[in-house]
């Protein structure tokens, strides 16, 4: 069992450029997660997932935009990568329709460099 | 809106010895979880320990163990024994009660082990 899977590990992108991080899971999860992680800032969301078919806005959305054709996938697309969308890129999910604990499951993260 | 403050963002403590990670937050609801989040150089996120508002009880997981004070709306970490696989960045996050609820971090303590 995979768990959960990113691709690509790392990116480095030109400005302007537009980018799709995937991500994948394989626990037949509701709920999904895009987190973005800076140094001093912690985690913060930016697009999740209650179940296929739906999303939502988190803290810091501007600039990225999300899908959910599907339980398994939750590619997060920036359509014109800016420098300030440099950081690391972190995919969750969870059972989602728990309430509780509903503890959540990471990826490996996308380290993602935008000049 | 919760928050979460991890007001430390450094600490060091000798091999063996135990160190206390502090967090607080801030929360008008009664009912919660709270979790702490390990981070090491890998990058990988993983789960340490979590705690349920409603339970007294602090929760332990082997070295690890947690002091919960609801009324102060404090969620320390305290590490026994520590070893130098320890050494990570550290995140506090809340949860609070009802499905689809979403995380809140803190902005993470990055604890170092000295030989």
């Known amino acids: 069992i995979a768990g959960i899977t990113q691709a690509p590990t790392s990116q480095i992108l030109a400005a302007g450029r537009r980018m799709t991080l995937r991500c994948t899971q394989d626990?037949?999860?509701?709920?999904m997660y895009w987190y973005r992680q800076d140094l001093g800032l912690g985690l913060r969301l930016i697009h999740y997932?209650?179940?296929?078919?739906?999303?939502g806005k988190g803290e810091v959305p501007d600039g990225y935009s999300v899908s959910r054709a599907n339980t398994d996938d939750f590619p997060l697309t920036l359509a014109s990568a800016v420098p300030s969308q440099t950081s690391v890129y972190f995919c969750?999910?969870?059972?989602?329709?728990?309430?509780?604990?509903?503890?959540?499951?990471f990826g490996p993260g996308t380290r993602l460099t935008v000049l | 809106a919760q928050t979460v403050t991890q007001s430390q963002p450094e600490m060091s403590v000798q091999e063996a010895e135990t160190v206390t990670l502090s967090c607080t937050y801030d929360?008008?609801?009664?009912?919660?979880?709270l979790f702490w989040y390990k981070q090491p150089p890998s990058r990988q996120m993983i789960l340490v320990i979590r705690?349920?508002?409603?339970?007294?009880q602090n929760a332990t997981e082997n070295r690890f163990s947690v002091n919960f004070q609801k009324a102060a709306k404090s969620f320390s970490l305290k590490i026994s024994d520590s070893q130098l696989g320890d050494a990570a960045m550290y995140f506090c996050?809340?949860?609070?009660?009802?499905?689809?609820?979403?995380?809140?971090f803190g902005k993470g303590i990055t604890l170092s082990v000295r030989p």
């Open positions: 969750a999910s969870s059972d989602g329709n728990r309430a509780g604990l509903d503890e959540q499951f």
């Open positions: 997932s209650n179940t296929a078919g739906t999303t």
């Open positions: 705690q349920e508002a409603y339970k007294q």
């Open positions: 626990m037949r999860h509701n709920a």
């Open positions: 929360t008008s609801e009664s009912d919660y979880y």
């Open positions: 996050a809340y949860r609070s009660p009802g499905a689809n609820s979403k995380l809140t």
